[in-house]
């Protein structure tokens, strides 16, 4: 018997006879209830019978056993439960002083102290996280009286505590006080003080009658392995006595007290038929009728587990609330039939179907997701996403919860409607003549109309309060909606915000880019622009050289003037000039004069007279550009003809003074003969150097060969003369046939 077999068990625990009572002989049920105390069934014998109905149930606890038994029976079954990471239940049925407060508490002040299955319960998941450093143990008490949730643990007085689902958490009473528990110490106080506060009041049956349902909850964290946090609850419950008004003998708060009792109770049944599968209407489990069931909405069926201990009395005085309980608790015990065939028909087809279609849902719910605009995850920062979700998750069950109380609302209708239609029976009943009743018959129907108008009361009462929480679930919807648009509505300004800084900075980007494109192209412009200056330099530059060689030679020429003197001033003839000889100038080239040649000109003129020298320029030999020769080809060129012709022309008529012939063998380059060569004729009489640049080609080595043996160097224009003056005067000295 120390394991739970079934999800739901219903035990039946019999309360001895109080001395008050066994003094009173004729109050003993015996003759009524029997009891096999090595079975779990019990026998009653039903009002106007003689016969016993024989009600089963997972096991019965007789008069004489002990409080650690029950626990050690039932209670402690589902600490080890909880151990497993799931939420268990155990609640304590009966009518007023049938022994419920003394199975869940026991006698915890009184000096033959017996604790009942709290304190058991508590000794046993202290010794689980003195075990389990990893775990931790929390403790909270509250009671539901006259609907309403009253925390017994808070140093105030904080009533009416609201219950809510959350979708991870389960169910919660937001604001209710928890205690961590350390010791048993502590913990006992604590039940103690939360035993004080709840609500007392003596009745016929029991002096000191609790008139609530009181709630003990102790919830188990266990961090697991994955760093997770395992959390589950043990409820522990002590039911307000289930008796009728009458039977209490009550003033009009206690009919009151009852009328609530009796409405959570009945809720509780209620749920329990459903859950037995008793009712055919088995889609709906009213868990909304009473806060007690809100409240045990997941500490009852799926995958919980519960024991239900229906207390009893002897006593005959609680004959009829006796039989109510077997009843109400036999119908609990069909919950085990119920969840047992619904794991049975885990195994069948149906199961794979049932597997199949929500595979198919899994995926068609992903593809909406895929598809679906990512409007929240764009909008809402991870931080907020939590809170967001649960915002999310309270709306949906706000909107669960609506369409239960509009559910609630149709069956309360329908079932006034039924009642109304049954109230009407039964009045014709009572009221057509021709019916013979007795005055048995009689008295049934008049009590069972007052109880039908007793049900359409109720009914009425709960429509109210329905309407009345479809006001206030409304109410909590605008709130919440509120909430997540304000989420919404702020993570939205942030974003405008963002943007608008966004725009700024690529507007501002874009000004930078056109900025620098800007400076790019005056950078090029300038670059041209010093390009430009310094080719203008340079040119300048080489001006200044050229004219400081001009210099020079004027200078040079100068001093030539007074060197060679007019009588020895014989005229340079070229003798056996072979035309061939030339053919291997490969360029002499000039052209047109310039601006730098005029400037060069005008220069030089106003040097000479400045110098008091005679002005430049004395061979017409290159005066003219058409006598200037271009020949690649080894036979002499038109021009080149013409060249010898003119040379030859002038050399006969000896009207050209060459005074001098600077030959110089630049790498390739070959330097126009300077404007002075080609200066106008009144000053032929002057003579003036000049220079022919040259390039040899290559098949002319002979004349190259012979020319690279020339100082390769501006000689100065008398050892310039002398040189030439000594080629001249002894021709062959560059070759036989070459004779300049
Ligand atoms: N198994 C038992 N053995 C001895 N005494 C018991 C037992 N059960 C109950 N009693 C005694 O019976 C009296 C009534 O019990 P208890 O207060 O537990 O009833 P109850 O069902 O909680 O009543 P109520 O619903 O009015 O609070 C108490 O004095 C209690 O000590």
Request: with cysteine; hydrophobic share 30%; glycine share 4%.
């Amino acid at each position: 018997m120390n394991q739970l077999v079934s999800p739901f068990e219903v035990y039946v625990r019999i309360r001895p006879l109080t001395e008050k009572e066994i003094n009173n002989s004729s109050n003993d049920l015996s003759h009524y209830l029997k009891q096999d105390p090595s079975s779990s069934e019990i026998l009653f014998k039903e009002p106007g019978t003689s016969q016993f109905k024989k009600y089963t149930f997972n096991g019965v606890f007789p008069e004489n056993i002990t409080n650690l038994q029950v626990y050690t029976l039932t209670v402690k079954k589902l600490v080890q439960f909880i151990k497993e990471g799931y939420n268990s239940t155990c609640f304590a049925y009966g009518c007023t002083g049938s022994g419920k407060t003394h199975t869940m508490f026991g006698h915890m002040n009184s000096k033959d102290n017996e604790p009942g299955n709290v304190i058991h319960a508590l000794q046993e998941c202290l010794e689980l996280i003195q075990n389990n450093e990893n775990s931790k143990l929390k403790l909270s008490y509250l009671e539901i009286y006259n609907e309403k949730v009253a925390d017994l643990l808070s140093a105030g007085d904080p009533r009416n505590l609201m219950i809510i689902e959350d979708f991870q958490k389960g169910i919660q009473v937001p604001g209710l006080s928890e205690f961590e528990i350390v010791n048993l110490k502590d913990a006992y106080n604590l039940v103690i003080e939360g035993n004080q506060k709840r609500v007392k009041a003596p009745t016929s049956a029991n002096e000191l009658s609790t008139r609530s349902h009181a709630i003990l909850q102790f919830t188990l964290e266990q961090k697991i392995s994955s760093g997770e946090v395992l959390s589950s609850k043990l409820s522990l419950i002590d039911l307000a006595g289930s008796e009728r008004g009458s039977a209490s003998e009550n003033n009009s708060q206690r009919m009151v007290e009852g009328a609530n009792i009796n409405r959570s109770l009945l809720a509780l049944g209620n749920c329990i038929n459903i859950l037995s599968g008793e009712k055919k209407r088995a889609c709906h489990v009213p868990y909304r009728d009473s806060k007690l069931t809100r409240l045990l909405k997941d500490s009852l069926g799926g995958n919980t587990r519960t024991i239900m201990i229906a207390c009893i009395s002897k006593s005959f005085t609680a004959y009829e609330e006796t039989l109510n309980t077997l009843r109400y608790a036999q119908r609990a015990s069909m919950i085990t039939t119920k969840l047992t065939k619904t794991m049975k028909d885990l195994c069948t087809g149906d199961y794979k179907d049932i597997i199949k279609n929500l595979n198919i849902e899994i995926e068609n719910l992903k593809n909406q997701l895929k598809n679906a605009p990512a409007k929240i995850s764009s909008t809402i920062e991870p931080e907020d996403e939590s809170l967001y979700d649960s915002l999310q998750k309270q709306l949906n069950a706000n909107l669960k919860e609506y369409w239960e109380c509009q559910n609630d609302l149709k069956e309360i209708k329908s079932d006034k409607k039924q009642s109304k239609e049954k109230l009407m029976q039964l009045i014709n009943e009572l009221t057509q003549e021709d019916t013979e009743l007795d005055q048995y018959d009689k008295e049934n129907i008049e009590k069972e109309i007052l109880e039908i108008g007793q049900e359409i009361r109720e009914c009425k009462e709960r429509k109210t309060e329905i309407k009345q929480e479809i006001i206030n679930n409304l109410k909590k919807k605008q709130s919440l909606q509120k909430e997540m648009d304000a989420i919404k509505d702020e993570k939205q300004r942030e974003i405008i915000k963002l943007q608008i800084a966004l725009r700024g900075l690529k507007r501002e980007k874009m000004d930078l880019y056109n900025e620098n494109l800007r400076n790019k192209e005056k950078a090029e412009e300038l670059l041209v622009e010093s390009e430009n200056k310094d080719k203008i330099i340079a040119s300048m530059q080489n001006e200044i050289n050229f004219m400081k060689r001009q210099l020079v030679e004027h200078l040079a020429s100068k001093e030539i003037q007074s060197n060679v003197s007019t009588p020895s001033n014989k005229p340079i003839i070229a003798k056996n000039f072979d035309s061939s000889d030339i053919s291997g100038i490969s360029e002499i080239r000039s052209s047109t004069p310039s601006f730098s040649d005029y400037r060069e000109a005008r220069f030089q003129k106003k040097y000479a007279q400045m110098m008091n020298l005679p002005e430049r320029g004395s061979c017409d030999l290159f005066s003219r550009p058409d006598l200037l020769m271009k020949s690649r080809s080894s036979s002499a060129t038109p021009k080149s003809e013409n060249f010898i012709q003119e040379f030859k022309r002038k050399e006969t008529r000896k009207s050209t003074e060459v005074k001098c012939i600077l030959i110089s063998k630049g790498p390739g380059t070959i330097k126009r003969p300077p404007l002075s060569s080609r200066a106008s004729s009144a000053s032929k009489k002057r003579a003036s150097p000049f220079e022919v640049g040259m390039k040899v080609s290559a098949s002319h080595e002979n004349l190259a060969g012979k020319i690279s043996k020339l100082p390769q160097k501006i000689m100065l224009p008398n050892e310039a003369a002398d040189l030439v003056k000594s080629m001249i005067q002894a021709p062959g000295t560059l070759g036989n046939k070459n004779v300049w």
